[in-house]
């Protein structure tokens, strides 16, 4: 379901004048602790002109569009005095990612970087059609650094790294339904996760899986994003429509 990440900073991206994309709506959810922090985005990378997203602590980002070259950018606005006394800001790349050129619609999950990384996030980019990520389906979207697995009420789970295929929930809709994950640690198999959680049609939902809080547990946090996509005849018209 991942399209691409990507963590390499550096100039401003070249767009190809035979290769670009065109109005690409997104979303943007960001794993850091400060939403606070502006980041910016060129919606035509062939235009100096920029945009701000701005961030949800426990939601996604409004929708956003971007036409240009196939590589999206983030950068963070720093302002510094030219030579003529004056302030002008500048943009510096914190990240980006290669987007597909059949991609129509797309959620970026911001990430810290690892240690010694030239830039300080990751950008991972999820298709977020729905045709490619449907009503009545749940993902998980697994930042623990560590493989999981368990079960979602009756249904197997292997969550690697990133994002899951699309599991469908039309049979549990509106049931509580248990989530049990587990952490293989040498010869133990160690419960992390044990919820119920309910879930209700005409919704789609992304639990995003994190490390423990604490050095000492093994009790990983999950959190879930769920977006009402309304009655079955409505048509995905690539504008994002989450809360």
Known sequence: ???????????TPTPSQTTTINNVAFT??????DTSTALYYRPNSSLPA???VSFRKFARSRSYTYSGAPEFTLYSKVMRTNSAGTEEAQYIAVAHCTLPMTATRVLFILAPAADGSIAP???????DSITAFPRNTL???????????????????????????PISMIDTSGQETPIVLTLKHGDRVITVLHN???FYPNNRTLIILLPPKGPDSYRI?????????GDDTA??????RWG
């Open 235 to 240: 048509e995905d018209t690539g504008q994002s």
């Open 1 to 11: 379901m991942a399209v691409s990440t990507n963590n390499h900073a550096g100039a």
């Open 28 to 33: 943007v959810y960001s794993l850091t602790q």
């Open 196 to 198: 119920n959680w309910r």
């Open 139 to 165: 993902c998980f979207y697994n930042a623990t650094g560590s493989p999981l697995a368990g079960n979602l009420g009756s249904t197997p789970l292997s969550l690697n790294a990133g994002a899951s295929a």
């Open 121 to 127: 996030l990751t950008i991972t980019a999820i298709y």
């Open 221 to 229: 946090q999950a959190f879930r994003l769920s977006e009402y996509l």
């Open 50 to 52: 920029t945009a701000q």
